[in-house]
């Protein structure tokens, strides 16, 4: 069973990091937006959008590529910390 919440854990994360990105080719919901979130369009590419007009827009897949490795990279060191059990029983540091 926790394998399983891992994995569903794992795509919904996936997810998001695709949406953000310039990659998300579906559109699933109507324009209005997700959950009527304007901001939340079909279309994804929501960095592009959020750096726009701005200085690090020519570099917005070199953030989005450095943002998900971060996020990836603490996610796991959460899973880490929450699924490590020392021999005794306690959590290990």
């Not at 994360?13 to 949406?19: N, Q």
């Not at 827009?57 to 998900?68: R, V, Y």
């Amino acid at each position: 069973m926790r394998r399983i919440i891992t994995m569903a854990i794992v795509a919904f994360i996936a997810t998001i990091m695709f949406y953000i990105s310039r990659f998300w080719f579906l559109s699933l919901w109507p324009r209005s937006g997700l959950f009527g979130v304007e901001q939340l369009r079909p279309q994804g590419g929501l960095l592009a959008r959020w750096l726009r007009g701005t200085d690090a827009a020519p570099f917005e897949l070199i953030i989005w590529a450095t943002g998900c490795f971060i996020v990836l990279t603490f996610t796991q060191k959460l899973y880490d910390r929450l699924t490590a059990v020392s021999d005794t029983g306690e959590d290990h540091d």
